[in-house]
């Protein structure tokens, strides 16, 4: 299974974004998928997550209300809305695969890893 996430960029405080991020390998929908970020000097952090039928989503407190995850089976893509972007969403976003049932915001129930993709948000 690879992941390649995309659709980073530079944007200004209050502006939206929209990140994808392309799975291949077969049993897309049976996979929790997650995003996740990681700003310098911080630890990577959970941003949201969505069980296979996209009918379940978990977010951070951080993003909730700005933020949301949604994905297409059939495109084998999971996507990342971004709305209202503040300076503190600055970071790397990494999608991620997971095997378990459950939405979780731990990164090690995830098995799979993209590559990331840079958001700056400027003031």
């Known amino acids: 299974v690879q992941l390649q996430a995309s659709g980073g960029g530079l944007v200004q405080a209050g502006g939206s974004l929209r990140l994808s991020c392309a799975v291949s390998?077969?049993?897309?929908?049976?996979?929790?998928m997650g995003w996740f970020r990681q700003a310098p000097g911080k630890e990577r952090e959970f941003v949201a997550a969505?069980?296979?039928?996209?009918?379940?989503?978990y977010y951070a407190d951080s993003v909730k209300g700005r933020f949301t995850i949604s994905r297409d089976n059939a495109e084998n893509t999971v996507y990342l809305q971004m709305n209202s972007l503040k300076p503190e969403d600055t970071a790397v976003y990494y999608c991620?695969?997971?095997?378990?049932?459950?939405?979780?915001?731990?990164?090690?129930?995830?098995?799979?890893w993209g590559q990331g993709t840079q958001v700056t948000v400027s003031s």
């Open positions: 991620a695969a997971g095997r378990g049932m459950a939405l979780t915001s731990t990164p090690t129930e995830y098995s799979y």
């Open positions: 390998g077969r049993a897309f929908g049976r996979y929790v």
């Open positions: 969505i069980n296979w039928s996209g009918g379940y989503t």
